[in-house]
């Protein structure tokens, strides 16, 4: 039980802000670490369907809102991720050869395209958020976890781009049949969860979320010959945006 509670506080510690008790990085501490990795998304949705109740009562203004639900995940995560999405947008806008692309990941300053991504992203989030209600939310919410989920699954299936990173290290350290199995019980618990709440839009969230994870592989195979860290990161921010934009979109259709 030790080393799974150790698991748990190295996951939270590694991507989340959440302060958590000091542990070692030991590989037997990291096994399971991964398996948390969607609790943490648990824990964003929680924050925003509480954000969202709290404004049923003091009704502030539309865009202080979407700005406060747009920035929970932000500060529970830190930005580890967005890191991932900009990094990744300099790489494939560079049209270089895959080594080069993978040299640009590691790359710490940030280039033009990562700069205009992140202002698209960020606009195109908040035209989202702005458009939706609590039945599209508590959708949503569900889609943090499943998000990371699919993310979690591609760590410990998909084929690495390089020994070296944040990915290769979580990825050689977890028991890896253990945490796939993990994760499908976690990506199938969401599917469950969200069709229940709203069938056409739990639908929609989930197959978006899944055609996502067939391009995150697509891609990453074909532009960097595997996943990083840096790509996992540009695959959940990506897919959040995407999961957004999709039950929004058919709630609008549907006269939600």
Wanted: aromatic residues 12%; charged residues 10%.
């Amino acid at each position: 039980m030790k080393k799974i509670g150790n698991s748990f506080i190295i996951a939270f510690a590694m991507y989340s802000k959440i302060p958590m008790p000091r542990t070692e990085w030991t590989k037997d501490n990291m096994k399971y670490a991964m398996c948390f990795f969607p609790v943490i998304g648990a824990v964003i949705g929680a924050v925003i369907l509480l954000w969202n109740y709290i404004q049923g009562y003091a009704g502030f203004g539309n865009s202080f809102y979407t700005v406060v639900l747009m920035m929970i995940p932000v500060l529970i995560t830190g930005g580890i991720h967005l890191d991932g999405l900009l990094d990744t947008s300099d790489a494939l806008s560079s049209y270089k050869p895959m080594d080069q692309k993978l040299e640009i990941l590691k790359d710490s300053h940030a280039g033009a395209f990562a700069i205009i991504v992140g202002i698209c992203y960020f606009f195109l989030l908040f035209g989202c958020y702005s458009e939706t209600n609590a039945r599209m939310l508590s959708v949503l919410a569900i889609g943090f976890m499943l998000s990371r989920a699919l993310s979690g699954l591609a760590i410990v299936s998909f084929r690495m781009a390089k020994n070296t990173g944040l990915a290769a290290t979580f990825s050689d350290m977890a028991v890896k049949s253990r945490v796939k199995m993990v994760m499908i019980i976690y990506i199938i618990l969401c599917a469950v969860g969200m069709i229940l709440l709203e069938p056409v839009l739990g639908t929609v969230c989930f197959l978006s979320a899944l055609f996502m994870f067939a391009y995150y592989r697509h891609m990453s195979y074909q532009k960097f010959g595997g996943i990083t860290g840096d790509l996992a990161g540009f695959f959940l921010q990506v897919c959040e945006l995407v999961m957004a934009a999709a039950v929004v979109i058919t709630a609008k259709i549907i006269g939600m």
